[in-house]
T-cell receptor, first 114, second 116 residues
Framework: AQTVTQSQPEMSVQEAETVTLSCTYD???????LFWYKQPPSRQMILVIR??????QNATENRFSVNFQKAAKSFSLKISDSQLGDTAMYFC???????????FGTGTRLQVFP | DGGITQSPKYLFRKEGQNVTLSCEQN?????MYWYRQDPGQGLRLIYY???????QKGDIAEGYSVSREKKESFPLTVTSAQKNPTAFYLC???????????????FGAGSRLTVL
């Protein structure tokens, strides 16, 4: 079975600091996509960043970057210069090529303190 | 502005009643999805549709039904057969089915269903 594991139910970080959220996944597929989604208190899911498995280069979107380790099946999210607006649930998700089933982890609740 | 509209935002239902959650998109997306979100369990796929008049069961389809009569609309009915329907329901869409990793999901704002 394909699964996504987020082992940190809750994390906190001070404003302007850096925090890393962990995600591991289990699959026998070789080609797939990985995502991080953010769900703020409004509960609107927003895409943060996306990584294609065949690309060795880690994806970056402004203050958000990933550390993708394909052999270890690890996909962590680093948030630099944390802002109060980063307070949210963060979900890691995985989808093999040519399928329609996005598989989500259980989420990490991140609190950014002033 | 293009997006996904879910209604109602909050809904209360008595046990034994069916209820329908609305999902409308004006993004011209082909594929639409329904997810259920429970605390500590992430999002689980209920049903999805790749094209009008066709849909497939997800991982937790029991007690739910859907229809896709129009490209823009994908309503979800929570039936009395669903044993634990209290949850947050999210609708999503993507541009093309079959290669959804390349076509990012766009989500609605969700509907919170509470069974009294």
């Amino acid at each position: 079975a394909q699964t996504v594991t987020q082992s940190q139910p809750e994390m906190s970080v001070q404003e302007a600091e850096t925090v890393t959220l962990s995600c591991t996944y289990d699959t026998s597929e070789n080609n797939y996509y990985l995502f991080w989604y953010k769900q703020p208190p409004s509960r609107q899911m927003i895409l943060v960043i996306r990584q294609e498995a065949y690309k060795q280069q880690n994806a970056t979107e402004n203050r958000f970057s990933v550390n993708f380790q394909k052999a270890a099946k690890s996909f962590s999210l680093k948030i630099s210069d944390s802002q109060l607006g980063d307070t949210a649930m963060y979900f890691c998700a995985f989808i093999p090529y040519n399928t329609d089933k996005l598989i989500f982890g259980t989420g990490t609740r991140l609190q950014v303190f002033p | 502005d293009g997006g996904i509209t879910q209604s109602p935002k909050y809904l209360f239902r008595k046990e034994g009643q069916n209820v329908t959650l609305s999902c409308e998109q004006n993004l011209n997306h082909d594929a639409m999805y329904w997810y259920r979100q429970d605390p500590g369990q992430g999002l689980r796929l209920i049903y999805y549709s790749q094209i009008v008049n066709d849909f497939q069961k997800g991982d937790i389809a029991e007690g739910y039904s859907v229809s896709r009569e129009k490209k823009e609309s994908f309503p979800l009915t929570v039936t009395s057969a669903q044993k634990n329907p209290t949850a947050f329901y999210l609708c999503a869409s993507s541009r093309q089915p079959g290669n959804s990793g390349a076509n990012v999901l766009t989500f609605g704002a969700g509907s919170r269903l509470t069974v009294l």
